[in-house]
């Protein structure tokens, strides 16, 4: 028989303790994996489930109802199934100048936000409170932002389309899509 000594003890609850670590380890990084590998498998899921959903809410049901002659319906339960024409919007980014340029040539400017900024050094406080077009004049350079909001460009299409009036596709993303909303009965 072998005896051991309180340093050989010590040694081993040591290397128990260094492996029950590491495996505990081990067990959480592949529970983690494997929840990476889960979710990922269901937001491909998900985004297979929202295209279908599109193609229903977009082509299916519009095109049947389109087909009955109709584009709203009430069903037996008191739900409603309407088509409503859904307008995007946006101006492309290699083309801001030309967008902001047709905006203005079809006087239609006034969605335009400006943004005009002008830096001061210390001691020019009072400068500061003079107008952009002084800037300009004193040999400062000023900075421009232009903005159109999301939301009023997709109603300005919107109003447009509704006028029989064009936007170029040249300088715009333009899309009009049906969209089926189904009212359920409350």
């Given at each position: 028989?072998?005896?051991?000594?309180?340093?050989?003890?010590?040694?081993?609850?040591?290397?128990?303790?260094?492996?029950?670590?590491?495996?505990?380890?081990?067990?959480?990084?592949?529970?983690?994996?494997?929840?990476?590998?889960?979710?990922?498998?269901?937001?491909?899921?998900?985004?297979?489930?929202?295209?279908?959903?599109?193609?229903?809410?977009?082509?299916?049901?519009?095109?049947?109802?389109?087909?009955?002659?109709?584009?709203?319906?009430?069903?037996?339960?008191?739900?409603?199934?309407?088509?409503?024409?859904?307008?995007?919007?946006?101006?492309?980014?290699?083309?801001?100048?030309?967008a902001y340029n047709w905006l203005r040539e079809n006087e239609l400017d006034d969605?335009?936000?400006?943004?005009?900024?002008?830096?001061?050094?210390?001691?020019?406080?009072?400068?500061?409170?003079?107008?952009?077009?002084?800037?300009?004049?004193?040999?400062?350079?000023?900075?421009?932002?232009?903005?159109?909001?999301?939301?009023?460009?997709?109603?300005?299409?919107?109003?447009?389309?509704?006028?029989?009036?064009?936007?170029?596709?040249?300088?715009?993303?333009?899309?009009?899509?049906?969209?089926?909303?189904?009212?359920?009965?409350?």
């Amino acid at each position: 028989m072998t005896t051991l000594t309180l340093d050989e003890l010590e040694s081993d609850q040591q290397n128990l303790v260094e492996k029950t670590d590491i495996e505990t380890l081990a067990y959480h990084c592949k529970e983690l994996q494997a929840y990476e590998e889960e979710i990922e498998k269901l937001e491909e899921q998900l985004k297979y489930k929202k295209e279908k959903k599109d193609k229903i809410s977009s082509e299916i049901i519009p095109n049947i109802l389109a087909e009955q002659g109709l584009s709203s319906l009430k069903l037996a339960d008191g739900s409603s199934i309407d088509v409503i024409k859904k307008y995007r919007c946006t101006i492309k980014k290699d083309e801001m100048e030309s967008a902001y340029n047709w905006l203005r040539e079809n006087e239609l400017d006034d969605i335009i936000k400006n943004e005009v900024a002008v830096t001061f050094g210390k001691g020019e406080d009072s400068r500061a409170q003079e107008l952009l077009s002084l800037a300009g004049q004193q040999g400062y350079e000023p900075t421009q932002r232009q903005k159109v909001e999301p939301m009023t460009l997709m109603a300005l299409y919107r109003e447009r389309v509704e006028a029989g009036l064009d936007m170029p596709s040249d300088s715009f993303n333009l899309l009009i899509q049906d969209e089926t909303k189904i009212s359920r009965k409350k």
